[in-house]
């Protein structure tokens, strides 16, 4: 059984920073390519980071500079530092795993930044 399980997610103010994190059971993580997507309100959910099996990353422009992916294989975990954070990051957060034409997806978790 796979689960993707994010953690990290809560209020903060503007500036301010977390960390999210996403641990992977079930499957052979380290051949996976890991991503956050995030979801607000109203608009469709959409990139916000990846990091490749190999450990390349991509990033949305509006992620570019301040957040940053990264990948521990050994302990089957993805995590997105957040900083500079502003209100219009507000969202849900979702942890993906892909392989091919194949995805996982976490729950979720709340991030609101508060002006």
């Known amino acids: 059984q796979v689960q993707l399980v994010e953690f990290g997610g809560g209020l903060v103010q503007a500036g301010g920073s977390l960390r999210l994190s996403c641990a992977a059971s079930?499957?052979?993580?380290?051949?996976?390519?890991m991503g956050w997507y995030r979801q607000a309100p109203g608009k469709q959910r959409e990139l916000v980071a990846k990091?490749?099996?190999?450990?390349?990353?991509n990033y949305a422009d509006s992620a570019k500079g301040r957040f940053t992916i990264s990948r521990d294989n050994a302990k089957k975990t993805v995590y997105l530092q957040m900083n500079s954070l502003k209100p219009e990051d507000t969202a849900v957060y979702y942890c993906?795993?892909?392989?091919?034409?194949?995805?996982?997806w976490g729950q979720g978790t709340q991030v609101t930044v508060s002006s």
């Open positions: 079930g499957i052979i993580f380290s051949i996976y390519h």
């Open positions: 990091i490749t099996s190999g450990g390349s990353t």
């Open positions: 993906n795993a892909q392989l091919g034409s194949t995805f996982y």
